[in-house]
């Protein structure tokens, strides 16, 4: 089974600029996250999707941050401009609910290492 | 609310145990475990519900106490490979399969 799939692994921008991750996730998985995780942190969610739908997006920043989930399957993550705080690992994970809603397992991406210069 | 974990570090020989908590301030529904290596992805261990069995992986095993509200995980006998950052990850119901994650504990094994 192919796992969670994320480009590019790096980048490097300045500060205003703007920047866009693409996450594809396990066939069939229906729930997809975006994390934030700065250095020696853990993971923070951003924004959690049901299918196309957004669940969650309480902690994403609404006035830079940007996602999109297509036909329930890929979904790209967009800062606008970028801030120099944002430089942390962009995390995507998928879960789908096997045993029950509690028991979802994620499954995380490789992740995306975004510095803003 | 994010949970807390301790310690924040540890060190081991390898063969010798250790225990890592996670606690919440909020009533827990679910607690997961993750372990992170250096410069990768995190990788499941195990969820633990409330009211459920403790559960196991490999020579890792974890514990839900609904009094204190507050998991652990014991690493028995552990290896080289055990080395990495470990995440709780807490559920607090709700209808989606939101986590909040903690800020990790080090665990470092030496030979």
């Known amino acids: 089974e192919a796992g969670v799939a994320q480009s590019p692994r790096y980048k490097i921008i300045e500060k205003r600029q703007s920047v866009a991750f693409w996450c594809n996730p396990i066939?069939?998985?229906?729930?997809l996250y975006w994390y934030q995780q700065i250095l020696g942190q853990g993971p923070k969610l951003l924004i959690q999707?049901?299918?196309?739908?957004?669940?969650?997006d309480s902690q994403l920043p609404k006035d830079r941050f940007s996602a999109e989930r297509l036909k329930g399957v890929d979904s790209t993550l967009k800062i606008q401009p970028a801030k120099l705080e944002d430089s942390a690992v962009y995390l995507c994970?998928?879960?789908?609910?096997?045993?029950?809603?509690?028991?979802?397992?994620?499954?995380f991406g490789p992740g995306t290492r975004l510095t803003v210069l | 609310q994010q949970p807390v974990q301790s310690p924040q570090a540890v060190i081991l020989r390898e063969g010798e145990d250790a225990v890592i908590n996670c606690s919440s301030s909020k009533a827990l529904y679910s607690v997961h475990w993750y372990r992170q290596k250096h410069g990768e992805a995190p990788v499941f261990l195990m969820i633990l519900l409330k009211g459920g069995e403790q559960m196991r992986h490999e020579k890792i095993s974890a514990s839900f106490n609904e009094k204190k509200q507050q998991s652990s995980l014991y690493l028995t006998a552990s290896q080289l490979s055990y080395s990495g950052t470990y995440f709780c990850?807490?559920?607090?119901?709700?209808?989606?399969?939101?986590?909040?994650f903690g800020k990790g504990t080090l665990l470092t094994v030496n030979p």
């Open positions: 066939s069939g998985h229906a729930t």
């Open positions: 999707f049901q299918n196309n739908g957004v669940v969650d």
């Open positions: 994970a998928s879960g789908s609910p096997s045993g029950g809603r509690l028991k979802v397992e994620q499954f």
């Open positions: 990850g807490t559920g607090y119901g709700g209808s989606n399969y939101k986590l909040t």
